[in-house]
Every structure is written in C-alpha cells, then in structure tokens.
C-alpha cells in the first residue's frame, strides 16, 4: 500500500500537529468539517466478496504497505523517514466518524497538509479499485 500511504497518509498526522490534538488530530477535523463535493455521503457500491477483498488486499500491498506496514499500523519500511508518520490505519478505522465517503476521498485525492502529504490515487487506480481498497481496509 505504497499508494495508501497515500490515502492513508489520510491517517498520517503526526503528534503535536493540529494544536496538541495528537497523531489522529488533522483527520479528525477533515472529518467533522464533512466531506465535501462529490465525495459527500458516498457509500461503497461493492459487496464484501472474497473477489472484491482478495484484490483490495492485493492493491493495499502494493499501494499502501510501504508505508502503513503490512497490518495497518503505520510502520511500513518507508515509515521511519517520514515526518509525520503514516497513520495508524487500525486506530484510525475504529473510530465511528470514518465513514466510507471520507476513505474515498483520501484515497482518490490524498491528504496533504501538517508537513506530511499522502499521494491520491484517483489518476492511477479507477474507481471500483479504490473502493475494493476501502472494503479491505475495513478487514484490517
């Protein structure tokens, strides 16, 4: 998940950004602020199918592992240069405000911003890729 890193960058807030709130403390503002523009309210339109979880699976390592680590926790071998870290995916997709909509939009467009960046993946995997990515990071 090289690429998620990307999106999971979504997740990659490092601590004392966003006034002290903490490594998560960015994306929980991204996420209380709504989720704008298309994205908005979006829900993934595919089934949880052993298909549909095999290649998110199979995307997830080869976009996103690089930097979130092989279970999510952020710990991937690109990890330990980063500032701020890669997200904890596992700590980040237990709380009840991270809806499918914002996933989405993270890893399409990538989340910049608290001297980190995470790249968007809207332009290099089509949209019912990046949805199998949401419906295996929901499994991790």
Known sequence: ?????????????GRGHMGGMGPMGGHRMGMMGGVPG????RRSPLPPTAENLRTGSVLYRS?????????????GPAAAGMN?????????????????????????EGRQGN??????FGSVLDETARWQLVGYLRRL
């Open 1 to 13: 998940m090289l690429v998620i890193v990307t999106a999971l960058l979504l997740f990659a807030c």
């Open 84 to 108: 701020p870290r890669p997200a904890d995916l596992r700590r980040a997709l237990s709380m009840p405000m991270v809806r499918d909509d914002y996933l989405f939009r993270v890893i399409s």
């Open 38 to 41: 298309d994205y908005g309210g």
């Open 115 to 120: 001297g980190g960046g995470m790249p968007g």
């Open 63 to 75: 976009h996103c592992a690089v930097c979130h680590g092989e279970q999510g926790r952020g710990d």
